[in-house]
């Protein structure tokens, strides 16, 4: 990752991520989950909050660093236990049903390179 994508991108997207409308849709995604949930592209945690109480377990899955990092203050006031699993949804390290839900939410994943196929 380089500079913009360490240093800028992260705060940008946190800022850009919690709008009026972002919130109320996040209230849909989030709603009627329950049990253990992998959340693909976490971001700076902006779910959290909307998680119900059902939620038992919160597997975050997120490439950047920055970002987890931004989530710090979210984390911490999280009465779900919550724990970053790993940077890319595409090499997930989960055994085969073994997490009741995977909410993505604004997610725009795409990779380049040999075997990850292109956009
Ligand atoms: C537009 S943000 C949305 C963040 C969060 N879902 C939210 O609603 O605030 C997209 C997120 O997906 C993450 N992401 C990109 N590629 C990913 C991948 N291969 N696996 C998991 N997350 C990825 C980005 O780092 C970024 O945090």
Redesign the pocket.
């Given at each position: 990752m380089g500079w913009y994508s360490d240093h800028v991108l992260p705060k940008l997207?946190d800022l850009a991520?919690d709008t009026q409308h972002i919130r109320r849709i996040?209230a849909r995604v989030t709603a009627g989950l329950a049990g253990e949930v992998v959340e693909?592209?976490?971001?700076?945690g902006?779910?959290l909050a909307y998680l119900p109480a059902s939620v038992t377990r919160l597997l975050a899955?997120?490439?950047?660093r920055s970002?987890v990092r931004l989530a710090a203050a979210r984390i911490a006031a999280s009465a779900i236990p919550i724990d970053v699993i790993g940077?890319?949804?595409?090499r997930l390290q989960l055994p085969d049903a073994s997490v009741d839900a995977a909410p993505l939410?604004?997610?725009?994943?795409h990779?380049r390179g040999p075997g990850r196929g292109r956009p």
């Open positions: 997207l991520m996040r693909v592209g976490f971001g700076t902006h779910n899955v997120e490439p950047s970002s940077p890319d949804a595409q939410h604004v997610e725009l994943v990779h």
